[in-house]
């Protein structure tokens, strides 16, 4: 009979394996608040006459070509409403790439 052999704990892989494990789930509860954010009132584009309700991270992408880079501060105050304050930095240190922040955000978090 075969003897299976013994693995060697490593606590580099175990402890590396943890990280990736935490991050997933942070990524995870990021989703949530930004994808189906429960009980937080929507970011309203105010266009003329329009006010465009938009609710989450998915329809905000869908709308970025309605928004002008002096909105990036408001952007980012509702991001960070949502529950993602490492975004909302991100488009306060450049408000000028905040579209390209949002796509790239959007993408990072669809799958979860």
């Not at 937080?40 to 309700?53: E, S, V």
């Amino acid at each position: 009979m075969a003897q299976k052999k013994k693995r060697k704990w490593d606590p580099i892989k175990r402890k590396w394996a943890d990280e990736v494990a935490m991050e997933d789930v942070r990524k995870a509860e990021i989703a949530s608040c930004l994808l189906r954010p429960a009980g937080k009132n929507p970011y309203y584009l105010l266009r003329g006459t329009d006010c465009i309700a938009i609710n989450n991270l998915a329809e905000l992408k869908e709308k970025l070509d309605l928004f002008e880079e002096k909105e990036a501060e408001w952007v980012a105050a509702w991001i960070e409403y949502l529950g993602d304050k490492e975004t909302a930095d991100k488009i306060r240190a450049k408000p000028n790439e905040f579209k390209s922040i949002i796509g790239a955000r959007y993408e990072e978090l669809r799958g979860f």
